[in-house]
């Protein structure tokens, strides 16, 4: 199996940073795209940002010029660091992997549990 282990939330005052980190780990064989989303209470999960194997990179607008995605592929962890926070960026955040694992042959999509930021005015 494919674990994704989130880290790097909690409470920060408007206009604060975070440095969120995922970790994939399990029997991979290759990870094609990881990336980040968010859900807000009585809200739907939305798409914040991604980074490809090829490095290329994708973000929502409400987080372009503020939040910047990364990847170290030798660790298989992905980061997204959030600048110039704002409130409504209040939500859990969740890391997404496409990943083939050993012995397959497609590529499936797992999700962490979620890191909690809390953005206070």
């Known amino acids: 199996q494919v674990q994704l282990v989130e880290s790097g939330g909690g409470l920060v005052q408007a206009g604060g940073s975070l440095r969120l980190s995922c970790a994939a780990s399990g029997s991979i064989f290759s990870i094609s795209a990881m990336g980040w989303y968010r859900q807000a209470p009585g809200k739907q999960r939305d798409f914040v940002a991604l980074v490809t194997s090829g490095g290329s990179t994708n973000y929502a607008d409400s987080v372009k010029g503020r939040f910047t995605i990364s990847r170290d592929s030798a660790k298989n962890t992905v980061y997204l660091q959030m600048n110039s926070l704002k409130p409504e960026d209040t939500a859990l955040y969740y890391c997404?992997?496409?990943?083939?694992?050993?012995?397959?042959?497609?590529?499936?999509?797992?999700w962490g549990q979620g890191t909690q930021v809390t953005v206070s005015s």
């Open positions: 997404n992997a496409v990943v083939r694992r050993s012995g397959a042959d497609q590529y499936d999509d797992y």
